[in-house]
């Protein structure tokens, strides 16, 4: 019985959690998100691993998540790849899609997710990303991660190469002390935000 109740009270504690970071996260007004994500930009550009990447994954952000466009633009001016997910509502899994520039049609996707446009699509294999830039409503400092819950970046982070880096962004508010997590929860091995460059603990080649 108690393998049953875990998952449960796990379950129960990450909705919690998620139902207050969208509260807090929708005070934020437009000036302050897109200032802050101006802010996660320069120190993600700032991360040596981020520069040595050749072919970066990024998530196209929601109204109201870190902006990635200006780090998208960044990675395309430094000739790096860069891939944007698709999302796959029946196998409940990402797709991983190569995009040739910004200046593209896009069309809304599943769950309001901007996705290109089908003729701009180059479905591509997870095997050739190095570096994954995923979103997240909170994060903890050894590398935890709670998601929307639909399980889509966890099954993304368990296709890509094992030599591959995930980094978690978001904003200072987000970044918890622990979070609960089950197995099957696919840490990320940085988590930045604003003010923050975090090298997560308990994971292979960490700082601390």
């Not at 897109?34 to 120190?43: C, G, L, N, P």
């Amino acid at each position: 019985m108690g393998s049953a109740v875990q998952p449960e009270l796990v379950a129960r504690a990450k909705s919690v959690i998620r139902e207050e970071m969208i509260r807090v996260r929708g005070r934020l007004n437009d000036f302050e998100r897109i200032e802050k994500s101006r802010q996660v930009a320069h120190r993600l550009f700032e991360l040596e691993v981020f520069q040595k990447s050749e072919a970066i994954f990024f998530f196209l952000s929601l109204p109201e998540e870190v902006q990635t466009e200006n780090m998208i633009r960044e990675a395309f001016r430094l000739n790096k790849e860069v891939f944007v997910p698709l999302v796959d509502k029946e196998e409940g899994r990402l797709q991983v899609a190569r995009i040739p520039h910004l200046e593209i049609e896009f069309v809304r996707g599943a769950y309001g997710v901007q996705e290109p446009a089908p003729q701009w699509r180059e479905v591509s294999s997870p095997d050739r990303l190095d570096l994954v830039v995923a979103p997240g409503l909170a994060f903890d400092t050894s590398g935890g991660r709670i998601g929307y819950g639909g399980g889509y970046y966890d099954r993304l982070l368990k296709q890509i190469p094992a030599e591959a880096i995930q980094i978690g962004v978001g904003f200072d508010f987000q970044v918890l002390n622990s979070i609960p997590r089950m197995d099957f929860d696919m840490p990320v091995q940085f988590v930045i935000t604003e003010t923050q460059s975090l090298t997560c603990s308990g994971l292979p080649g960490a700082e601390g």
